[in-house]
């Protein structure tokens, strides 16, 4: 059984930075993708980015340019650098093994002045 356990979510001002990091249980987690989502208040959850194993990358539309996902396989951890935070960034944001069916318990980020 996968488990993810995310980290480094808070607030933040409007344009202002943030990493979050996701821990993964289990080695093999090496060989697959692994993402990052959100969910705003009222709104379904939505993808932000997914990283294949052999590092192929998708951001979602609202986030291309201004959010980085990486991963470190020798730590079992998938991160995202989020960059010129906006208000409407805010979110719960969720660490996915699509795999597996795996997600972790969510994080708050909240952009706000």
């Known amino acids: 059984q996968v488990q993810l356990v995310e980290s480094g979510g808070g607030l933040v001002q409007p344009g202002g930075s943030l990493r979050l990091s996701c821990v993964a249980s289990?080695?093999?987690?090496?060989?697959?993708?692994l993402g990052w989502y959100r969910q705003a208040l009222g709104k379904q959850r939505e993808l932000v980015a997914m990283?294949?194993?052999?590092?192929?990358?998708n951001y979602g539309d609202s986030v291309r340019g201004r959010f980085t996902i990486s991963r470190d396989n020798a730590k079992n951890t998938v991160y995202l650098q989020m960059n010129s935070l906006k208000p409407e960034d805010t979110a719960v944001y969720y660490c996915?093994?699509?795999?597996?069916?795996?997600w972790g318990q969510g994080i708050q980020v909240t952009v706000s002045s």
């Open positions: 990283i294949t194993s052999v590092n192929s990358i």
């Open positions: 996915s093994a699509p795999t597996f069916g795996a």
């Open positions: 289990g080695n093999i987690l090496s060989i697959y993708a």
